[in-house]
């Protein structure tokens, strides 16, 4: 056997063949869509909590919901703590470059172009950073305050997620640097 076993496996449809050149603004796009991220999740907190209280008001189904237990008391507390997500930029923003970082950072230089992998994996990243750490506070209140705190935790992590992966692949723009010819001569 003369060949290499990566050479002789195919590359999945979404993405070009890799090459060697070095790939350009990855630093750049994974510290944007990190400040990006710590920015939206903290927007969709209040804009989610904001709505969820106007409909409960508006049904007459209660107050500000300090100390409520239940799905929707860890639903409640899972759009606080998002809330209050840009007090902690200390920590969230590096945590969020590592996630991008070693995912979809990753990405150009294996070749891969499309941006439904960057926008995937964003969204799973999103989802497991915000709804773990919204699902650890939700345990304080019992396992239906939990999953409440997980399942609305990961939808705001899952949409900032997404939306920080189109930023990275935006700025980025894999295809046309994998693709286009480097003319320079210095």
């Not at 590096?94 to 960057?118: D, E, K």
């Not at 209140?141 to 992966?165: E, N, Q, Y």
């Amino acid at each position: 056997m003369t060949g290499s076993a990566e050479s002789e496996t195919p590359l999945p449809a979404y993405a070009t063949t890799p090459r060697p050149k070095r790939v350009k603004r990855i630093r750049l796009s994974i510290l944007a869509a990190s400040v990006a991220a710590c920015f939206s999740v903290t927007l969709m907190g209040l804009v989610f909590g904001g709505l969820m209280q106007l409909a409960f008001g508006i049904l007459g189904l209660g107050g500000l919901g300090i100390g409520e237990t239940g799905f929707i008391g860890g639903a409640r507390m899972a759009m606080s703590l998002a809330s209050f997500n840009f007090i902690l930029f200390f920590i969230t923003v590096p945590a969020a470059a590592m996630a991008l970082g070693l995912s979809v950072g990753r990405f150009p230089q294996r070749g891969i172009t499309a941006l439904a992998p960057y926008m995937r994996w964003g969204t799973i990243w999103g989802a497991v950073l915000v709804g773990a750490t919204t699902f650890g506070f939700g345990l304080f209140g019992g396992a239906a305050a939990a999953a409440g705190a997980l399942v609305t935790g990961a939808v705001i992590g899952g949409l900032a997620g997404a939306f920080c992966g189109f930023l990275v692949h935006r700025i980025i723009a894999p295809a046309k640097q994998l693709t286009e010819m480097d003319v320079s001569i210095f």
